[in-house]
């Protein structure tokens, strides 16, 4: 194997070469090691941000949200017990007012769910009690929170008009007490959720007789199509998953990775563009020894195999010294965490990065095409 690329390399060693062929290999092998790695550091980037926004999203409604119930006790009996399920959390959802002690007043959509899940599906944490009373208590977003100038431990009003029947035109209204202030920084959750209790919820949300949904939580090793086997047993449910519930986010997310993609192959391109300039150069440089190859029995094939061998010698070694070093730039972020975010702007402290095997292979298949369309367009001259 090393024979075959002995001749191609020997055109190309240093010694040999004049000086504007040795400036165009050097240019060509760093536009090809700086475009790997731009991919490989940008898709891992895109890919980390990405895991991480699905991860709050499942973290804050679950794997999968179930409504257009008919008989509610009895479905929820038996999806609660079905394999893969770890966790259903029945809610009520309706919008409404939250009024605080300055009068700030803010519209928003109150989740009515049982505070013993907060923890271990919302990943809030929540204080039994933050006063010895009998106030109620609710958990707001931080956004909110900065919107009402309050805080943990202050009193706010709450009332929905809309699902209750007015007395004297006066709707219901309830004092409660501020437990929690949760931070998800993702999407409009801090700005939009508060969290109160069943006891409120059916003191408030008359109207409603059993509960609007049910959020489902997966065991982490559950490979179930889980989906599939609720419709299957009832067909008339309404179920869906983050995916569907955030389609469009997430094909933007797609699309920002496409457009990433293209954008930073222009960098191989013009390496490929150099990549042609460097072997044309070689081909004018090295024309006697061509020569010398045709009078010793060498074809118009075997010379454009030597061409082929030096672009894959100049784009190979370059790529991989490129994919390596994006590799590893990838391994030391996810591993030590070198890179920090601030935290009071982005939702999480650390770059995250993630590359998958499929995003190696799709990289180094493209670089490849394109160093053979610049080996052949340089060898048919």
Not at 64 to 76: A, P, T, V
Not at 123 to 149: C, F
Request: glycine residues 6%; contains cysteine; aromatic residues 10%.
């Amino acid at each position: 194997m090393m024979n075959k690329f002995k001749l191609p390399f020997g055109f190309l060693r240093a010694k040999e070469m004049p000086g504007p062929g040795k400036f165009n290999i050097w240019i060509a092998m760093l536009g090809f090691s700086l475009g790997c790695i731009a991919l490989i550091v940008s898709i891992s980037i895109l890919n980390g941000f990405e895991d991480k926004v699905k991860k709050k999203i499942i973290s804050f409604e679950g794997d999968l949200r179930i409504s257009g119930f008919r008989n509610f006790e009895k479905e929820l009996e038996i999806i609660k017990y079905m394999n893969g399920i770890s966790f259903a959390v029945p809610f009520k959802k309706r919008k409404g007012l939250i009024i605080a002690e300055n009068e700030l007043t803010e519209m928003l959509t109150f989740k009515s769910v049982d505070f013993r899940y907060l923890k271990n599906f919302y990943n809030i944490d929540y204080d039994d009690k933050v006063e010895n009373d009998n106030i109620p208590e609710i958990i707001i977003g931080q956004m909110t929170a900065q919107k009402l100038n309050v805080k943990k431990g202050d009193l706010v009003k709450i009332t929905s008009p809309l699902d209750q029947n007015l007395s004297f035109g006066i709707p219901r209204i309830k004092q409660c007490r501020i437990s929690q202030v949760f931070n998800t920084k993702v999407l409009d959750f801090d700005n939009q959720i508060v969290f109160i209790s069943e006891e409120i919820g059916n003191s408030l949300f008359v109207r409603k007789k059993i509960p609007d949904g049910i959020d489902l939580r997966f065991d982490e090793l559950s490979s179930l199509d889980i989906k599939n086997q609720i419709l299957d047993k009832f067909p008339y449910l309404n179920v869906t998953s983050w995916k569907d519930t955030h389609h469009q986010l997430f094909e933007a997310m797609k699309l920002e990775k496409i457009g990433t993609f293209i954008t930073l192959l222009l960098i191989i391109l013009v390496a490929c563009f150099n990549l042609i300039s460097c072997l044309l150069l070689i081909i004018v440089q090295k024309t006697k020894q061509f020569a010398i190859l045709k009078v010793l029995g060498a074809s118009d094939q075997t010379l454009e195999n030597l061409i082929l061998k030096q672009s894959l010698l100049i784009g190979g070694l370059s790529s991989l010294l490129g994919l390596s070093f994006g590799l590893l730039t990838v391994f030391v972020q996810t591993r030590f965490g070198v890179i920090k975010l601030p935290s009071d702007i982005y939702f999480v402290d650390v770059l995250p990065m993630e590359i998958s095997f499929n995003d190696i292979f799709l990289i180094n298949l493209v670089i490849f095409l394109m160093i053979m369309i610049a080996a052949k367009i340089s060898s048919s001259k």
